[in-house]
Structures are given as structure tokens and as C-alpha cells.
């Protein structure tokens, strides 16, 4: 039992040894200065374009904005045209209801509605012919001129309420006109946010693109028909192992599959406040990127270990205390841990204190270009740093070996 035992640990050693050393291939595609620079002016021929969709787009939005506008101008215009027309046909039916008031009242004065023989008596009743041709000349006009006068009043109404029907049909189809301008809107505003989210997209390939074209000109001094793979790599400073990026703490979630997402790096987390974090080996800083919203400030670090290339990249700082270009060592403080929601509110990726720590193959923004690419060139930083096995158990150094 004591010699399986025995056997069993000295197996155990040999795994962790072995696993302190193992280091993953590296295969990068191999790229010129030259290449850089075409593939940026490809980057700018599609900004360019974008923004032209997008110049488009707003244009067609503010159109449709000021057709909307006019729709409503004209729906206001004729609300008020159909209130002066309602307010005429009452004016009118009023004046009706008067004149056949006031020709009632005639009748009963003359005793025309008292029957035919009234009537004729009022008309035979005059005093010779000319009285009689008189009389009956005032009652045929005063019946013609009030039949006259409530027919065009009747008349008027009628067109009154023909031309309101007309408006309010008008204003049926406006309504129906601000509803498609308004769903026309609602799409161009979805298409408009699509090619803006695009736009920033592309913004900031264009700058890692320039950052990465400065970088290999002007500090690797790279000609245009050099390899990016060769080019300037010895003078990234020798190493033979990562240490750990902070003096004491533990792992808080570990490389791989979570509930929810995929979890490229492992989260390292202590107490102390202002936690100082640490480059995990010599190398030249690549790129720092400064309070983003899902990671915070980041790091990026370029490193020759053990003839190999990698990168390294320390997420969620509160502060990063290194620039582009910095040359680095072991003992290099390149920030303070951060994480905190409540500290450092623009990272909206974390919920409590640590450094998201990644290890990828090959050198981002020189191998390869793209922030998706360089999450797939990642691999567990178990493989090449010593961490204790499991989550929430202390370490105390950035050496011992577990």
C-alpha cells in the first residue's frame, strides 16, 4: 500500500512538472507590412461605404420625419376646416329653423296655414284689380323667395357636409400615411443602428490596424516585403517561464465552459485593496485599451518564451500604469486590479474584484489582426502557470510551484 502510495505521488509530481512545462504549438500565418497596409485601405473603402449608408440612411429618416411633419400640418389644417364647416351647417340649420319660424309666423299672420279659403280670401279681399295683382305678386314672392332661400341653405349644407366627409376621408388616409412613415422610421432606425454598431466596428480595426502598421515601421523598423513573423521578434526579450500576474490570491473561475458563456482565461482575485498586477513575463507592451465596457482597461503584452511567442492580456483594471511600446519585465507593476461594478462602473462585464488573465499562441496585432482570433489562439494558462488546483485556494508567491 505504502509503495502504490509512494508511486502515486511521484506520479503526481511528474504530471505537474510536466504540465508546468508543456507548451501548445504555435501556427500563425505568416504576413507583410505591405499586406497591413493594403488590408487597411480596404478597411477605409469600407468605412467610407459605410458611412455613405449610413449619410443615406439618416437622410431618408429625416425625409420621412418631415413628411410625418407636413401629415400632421395637414391633419391639423383640416381638423380645423371640419370644425368651420360643422360650425356653418349649425350656423345654417339655425337659420332655417328661423326662416321656416318666421314663415310660419307669416302664415298664421296672413292665415295661409288656416286653409285655401284663407288665403283666398286674403288675395280676393283686395280693393280693386291693382290691389288684388299686388296681393298675390307679395304672396307667390315671399313663398318663392323663402322655398329659394331654404334650398340654397339646404344646398349649402349639403356641400358642407360632403366637404367634411371629404376631409375626414383625408385624414383617414394621412393617419394611415403617419403610421407607414412611422414604421418606416422605426426600420430605418434599426437599419441605422446596424450600420452605426458597423462603423464603430470598423473605427476601431482601422486604429489596431494603423497601431499595428506603427508598430511594426517605426519601432520594428519592418520593411513593406518582410514577414510579420519573423520581422523584430529578437527583440522581444528571452524567457524561460510565466510567473503568476499578482503576489497572493486565488482563482476565482477557471478556463473554459460556463453555464453561459465560454470563458477564455482565468480569473484571479484577492483582498487587498489596489492589488498591484503584474506582466507574467518579459516582453514589449502591444497595445492598452482603456475602459471599455465589457472588460474595462486592458493590457496587452507581447513574449518570447522558451523560443515560443505568445500573448498575454489582463482584463478588468482599474488602472493600467504601462503604454504601448514599454518594454517590460517580471517586475513590472502594469496596473491595479479592478472588476468592482460599484468602483469602476463603465465595465459592465464583471461583478466583483480580479484580473482576467489570457495566454494566446502567436502575437495579436502582429500574427493576426482580429480580437476573435486571438480568443481562439487562447489555451487554459494552467498549461504555463503554476496556479493551485481548483478555485478559492490561496497562494502567496508568483513562483511556488503546486
Given at each position: 500500500m505504502k509503495i502504490i502510495k509512494k508511486f502515486l505521488n511521484i506520479f503526481l509530481v511528474l504530471m505537474l512538472f510536466s504540465a508546468s512545462i508543456f507548451v501548445p504549438e504555435v501556427k500563425v500565418d505568416a504576413k507583410t507590412l505591405g499586406d497591413l497596409k493594403k488590408e487597411l485601405a480596404e478597411m477605409e473603402a469600407n468605412y467610407k461605404s459605410n458611412q455613405q449608408s449610413k449619410n443615406l440612411t439618416e437622410q431618408q429618416i429625416n425625409t420621412a420625419r418631415s413628411e410625418i411633419n407636413a401629415a400632421s400640418a395637414e391633419i391639423e389644417n383640416s381638423q380645423t376646416e371640419i370644425k368651420n364647416l360643422n360650425d356653418e351647417i349649425e350656423k345654417l340649420t339655425e337659420e332655417i329653423k328661423n326662416k321656416e319660424e318666421e314663415i310660419r309666423e307669416f302664415i298664421r299672420y296672413y292665415q295661409l296655414s288656416n286653409g285655401e279659403s284663407a288665403y283666398l280670401e286674403y288675395v280676393f279681399g283686395a280693393a280693386d284689380y291693382t290691389d288684388f295683382i299686388y296681393r298675390l305678386a307679395i304672396t307667390e314672392q315671399l313663398t318663392k323667395y323663402n322655398d329659394n332661400l331654404v334650398k340654397k341653405y339646404n344646398e349649402t349644407i349639403e356641400q358642407n357636409k360632403k366637404n367634411a366627409q371629404t376631409l375626414a376621408d383625408k385624414q383617414v388616409e394621412l393617419s394611415k400615411k403617419q403610421d407607414t412613415l412611422a414604421q418606416k422610421i422605426e426600420n430605418l432606425g434599426s437599419e441605422l443602428a446596424a450600420i452605426s454598431d458597423e462603423s464603430i466596428s470598423i473605427e476601431e480595426e482601422i486604429k489596431m490596424?494603423?497601431?499595428?502598421?506603427?508598430?511594426?515601421?517605426?519601432?520594428?523598423?519592418?520593411?513593406?516585403?518582410?514577414?510579420?513573423?519573423?520581422?523584430?521578434?529578437?527583440?522581444?526579450?528571452?524567457?524561460?517561464?510565466?510567473?503568476?500576474?499578482?503576489?497572493?490570491?486565488?482563482?476565482?473561475?477557471?478556463?473554459?465552459?460556463?453555464?453561459?458563456?465560454?470563458?477564455?482565461?482565468?480569473?484571479?482575485?484577492?483582498?487587498?485593496?489596489?492589488?498591484?498586477?503584474?506582466?507574467?513575463?518579459?516582453?514589449?507592451?502591444?497595445?492598452?485599451?482603456?475602459?471599455?465596457?465589457?472588460?474595462?482597461?486592458?493590457?496587452?503584452?507581447?513574449?518570447?518564451?522558451?523560443?515560443?511567442?505568445?500573448?498575454?492580456?489582463?482584463?478588468?483594471?482599474?488602472?493600467?500604469?504601462?503604454?504601448?511600446?514599454?518594454?517590460?519585465?517580471?517586475?513590472?507593476?502594469?496596473?491595479?486590479?479592478?472588476?468592482?461594478?460599484?468602483?469602476?462602473?463603465?465595465?459592465?462585464?464583471?461583478?466583483?474584484?480580479?484580473?482576467?488573465?489570457?495566454?494566446?499562441?502567436?502575437?495579436?496585432?502582429?500574427?493576426?489582426?482580429?480580437?476573435?482570433?486571438?480568443?481562439?489562439?487562447?489555451?487554459?494558462?494552467?498549461?504555463?502557470?503554476?496556479?493551485?488546483?481548483?478555485?478559492?485556494?490561496?497562494?502567496?508567491?508568483?513562483?511556488?510551484?503546486?
Open positions: 490596424q494603423k497601431e499595428a502598421i506603427d508598430y511594426y515601421q517605426n519601432q520594428l523598423k519592418c520593411k513593406d516585403t518582410e514577414s510579420l513573423s519573423t520581422c523584430g521578434r529578437d527583440q522581444l526579450p528571452a524567457n524561460t517561464a510565466f510567473f503568476r500576474p499578482i503576489t497572493s490570491g486565488y482563482v476565482t473561475s477557471e478556463f473554459g465552459q460556463r453555464t453561459f458563456d465560454f470563458h477564455y482565461g482565468v480569473d484571479l482575485s484577492t483582498t487587498a485593496d489596489k492589488a498591484p498586477v503584474y506582466a507574467a513575463a518579459s516582453g514589449v507592451v502591444i497595445t492598452v485599451m482603456y475602459k471599455t465596457s465589457c472588460g474595462g482597461t486592458r493590457v496587452y503584452i507581447h513574449h518570447n518564451v522558451n523560443g515560443q511567442m505568445y500573448t498575454t492580456s489582463y482584463g478588468h483594471l482599474r488602472e493600467a500604469l504601462v503604454s504601448k511600446g514599454d518594454r517590460v519585465t517580471t517586475n513590472t507593476q502594469i496596473g491595479i486590479m479592478g472588476g468592482n461594478p460599484n468602483r469602476e462602473t463603465w465595465d459592465k462585464c464583471s461583478t466583483g474584484q480580479h484580473v482576467h488573465f489570457v495566454i494566446a499562441n502567436g502575437l495579436y496585432l502582429k500574427d493576426y489582426m482580429y480580437w476573435s482570433t486571438f480568443l481562439s489562439k487562447s489555451f487554459n494558462p494552467r498549461n504555463l502557470v503554476n496556479l493551485p488546483s481548483g478555485k478559492y485556494n490561496w497562494f502567496y508567491n508568483r513562483t511556488t510551484k503546486y
